[in-house]
């Protein structure tokens, strides 16, 4: 099994393949169901943003503030000469566990298969508490995390639905892709479908007083 809670396998990763790579999904199999949460004029973080395509084609939507950040120095390097022309976005090397931004800083923040990688590492339980508790501060009120993972809610709840945090955690399902991104970071993993869960803060903003 790769040791993807670990930073050196991810530096050591992107400096062997530079080419994009996305787990799981990309924009096309999640807006659907994103759509209902991530308006164009939200500030949005992207957790582990690794080479993926996903910033970039939120971008091409009309998703233009978004932060992007990763582990990996040799990626985050390569990602900002990438897309040097992409006003709004940005990218920087930082730990998730430890996100270097003001409080309530972000309408929503993103994470395809990073608490994925966190749980397959050394120390996963204090690491994933330690990222889900920086997220939560760094969201607005009402903000939203949405987290994409192969987890089956049993063991996905456990850490979402800590009573610190407060959130009202939403499962939505959809199909794996037929091909190329069916990688998993688990080899148990036999279910055709990725789930989504949609953990919102506070109460909903429209909500009748």
């Given at each position: 099994?790769?040791?993807y809670?670990?930073?050196?396998?991810?530096?050591e990763?992107?400096?062997?393949?530079?080419e994009?790579?996305?787990?799981y999904?990309r924009?096309?199999?999640l807006?659907?169901t994103?759509?209902e949460?991530?308006?164009?004029?939200?500030?949005?973080?992207m957790?582990?943003a690794?080479?993926?395509?996903?910033?970039?084609?939120?971008?091409?939507?009309?998703?233009?503030?978004?932060m992007?950040?990763?582990?990996?120095?040799v990626v985050t390097?390569?990602?900002?000469?990438k897309?040097r022309d992409?006003?709004g976005?940005?990218?920087?090397?930082?730990?998730?566990?430890?996100i270097?931004v003001t409080d309530?800083n972000?309408?929503v923040?993103?994470?395809k298969a990073?608490?994925?990688?966190?749980?397959?590492g050394?120390g996963?339980?204090?690491?994933?508490?330690?990222?889900l508790?920086?997220i939560s501060?760094?969201?607005?009120p009402?903000g939203?995390y949405v987290a994409v993972?192969?987890?089956?809610?049993?063991?996905r709840l456990t850490?979402?639905?800590?009573?610190?945090?407060?959130w009202?955690?939403k499962?939505?399902?959809?199909?794996k892709?037929?091909m190329?991104?069916?990688?998993?970071l688990s080899?148990?993993?036999?279910e055709?479908v990725?789930y989504?869960?949609?953990?919102i803060k506070?109460e909903?903003?429209?909500?009748e007083?």
């Amino acid at each position: 099994m790769a040791q993807y809670g670990k930073s050196e396998y991810w530096e050591e990763r992107y400096t062997r393949d530079t080419e994009p790579f996305d787990w799981y999904q990309r924009w096309a199999g999640l807006k659907d169901t994103l759509l209902e949460y991530v308006q164009p004029a939200h500030s949005i973080l992207m957790l582990g943003a690794g080479n993926s395509r996903l910033s970039e084609e939120m971008y091409e939507e009309g998703f233009t503030n978004i932060m992007n950040i990763d582990i990996s120095s040799v990626v985050t390097k390569a990602m900002q000469e990438k897309y040097r022309d992409k006003a709004g976005m940005t990218w920087v090397q930082m730990d998730a566990r430890s996100i270097e931004v003001t409080d309530a800083n972000f309408n929503v923040v993103l994470d395809k298969a990073t608490l994925d990688s966190i749980l397959c590492g050394e120390g996963s339980t204090h690491n994933a508490q330690k990222m889900l508790s920086e997220i939560s501060r760094v969201l607005t009120p009402n903000g939203v995390y949405v987290a994409v993972s192969h987890g089956q809610p049993s063991y996905r709840l456990t850490y979402l639905q800590r009573p610190e945090f407060g959130w009202t955690v939403k499962i939505y399902t959809v199909q794996k892709p037929m091909m190329g991104m069916t990688a998993s970071l688990s080899a148990d993993d036999k279910e055709n479908v990725h789930y989504i869960y949609v953990c919102i803060k506070g109460e909903p903003a429209n909500k009748e007083g």
